[in-house]
C-alpha cells in the first residue's frame, strides 16, 4: 500500500534491498533513461483475507506487458524479480529457488531474482550462494550495463 500512495514502485523496504542488491542508489534506480521499471501489474491488487498482498491480476500483464516491452528497443539486461515474474518470462514450471540457481543459463541478458520482500529473508539464509554467487554477478552486470 505504501508503494501504490507513493505512485512510485519499490519505494519501500523491499525496494531498498532490491537497490541494494543491483548496487544503485535512488537516483540512478529512477532514472527513467537508464532504468525502465515494468511490473507484472500495474496497480495494487490488494490484500487477501490474512493482510498479505494479492498476486499481480493475469489480465495486466497479458494487456500490457508486451506493449511497454515493445517501446524499450535497448534491453540490455532485464531483472525477473519473483516468481510471478519468472512464470511469465521463463518457459517451464520451476521453483523461485530452482530458477533463481539457475541463474547462468540466462545471464548475461537475464536474471532471475527471488522478490527483495523481508518475508525473503529466510530465503536467503537457506540459499547462501545467492550471496556469495549471484549478488556480485548482478552488480557487475549493472555496472556494466549503466556506464556512460
Request: with cysteine.
Given at each position: 500500500?505504501?508503494?501504490?500512495?507513493?505512485?512510485?514502485?519499490?519505494?519501500?523496504?523491499?525496494?531498498?534491498?532490491?537497490r541494494?542488491?543491483?548496487g544503485?542508489d535512488?537516483?540512478?534506480?529512477y532514472?527513467?533513461?537508464?532504468?525502465?521499471?515494468?511490473?507484472?501489474?500495474?496497480?495494487?491488487?490488494?490484500?487477501?483475507?490474512?493482510?498479505?498482498?494479492?498476486?499481480?491480476p493475469?489480465?495486466?500483464?497479458?494487456?500490457?506487458?508486451?506493449?511497454?516491452?515493445?517501446?524499450?528497443?535497448?534491453?540490455e539486461l532485464?531483472?525477473?524479480i519473483?516468481?510471478?515474474?519468472?512464470?511469465?518470462?521463463?518457459?517451464?514450471?520451476?521453483t523461485?529457488?530452482?530458477?533463481?540457481a539457475?541463474?547462468?543459463?540466462?545471464?548475461?541478458r537475464?536474471?532471475?531474482?527471488?522478490?527483495?520482500?523481508?518475508?525473503?529473508?529466510?530465503?536467503?539464509?537457506?540459499?547462501?550462494?545467492?550471496?556469495?554467487?549471484l549478488?556480485?554477478?548482478?552488480?557487475?552486470?549493472?555496472?556494466?550495463?549503466?556506464?556512460?
Amino acid at each position: 500500500m505504501r508503494v501504490h500512495r507513493s505512485g512510485k514502485p519499490f519505494t519501500d523496504p523491499s525496494g531498498n534491498r532490491l537497490r541494494q542488491w543491483m548496487g544503485v542508489d535512488e537516483h540512478v534506480f529512477y532514472d527513467r533513461e537508464r532504468v525502465a521499471i515494468v511490473p507484472m501489474a500495474f496497480c495494487f491488487p490488494g490484500y487477501d483475507a490474512k493482510g498479505t498482498d494479492l498476486p499481480p491480476p493475469p489480465i495486466c500483464a497479458r494487456t500490457w506487458r508486451g506493449r511497454v516491452l515493445e517501446m524499450l528497443p535497448k534491453i540490455e539486461l532485464t531483472l525477473l524479480i519473483g516468481g510471478y515474474a519468472h512464470g511469465w518470462h521463463l518457459p517451464g514450471k520451476a521453483t523461485v529457488t530452482a530458477r533463481v540457481a539457475a541463474w547462468r543459463d540466462h545471464a548475461p541478458r537475464v536474471i532471475p531474482l527471488p522478490h527483495p520482500s523481508w518475508r525473503n529473508t529466510a530465503w536467503m539464509k537457506r540459499n547462501p550462494w545467492f550471496e556469495a554467487e549471484l549478488l556480485p554477478a548482478l552488480r557487475a552486470r549493472v555496472l556494466e550495463v549503466l556506464k556512460p
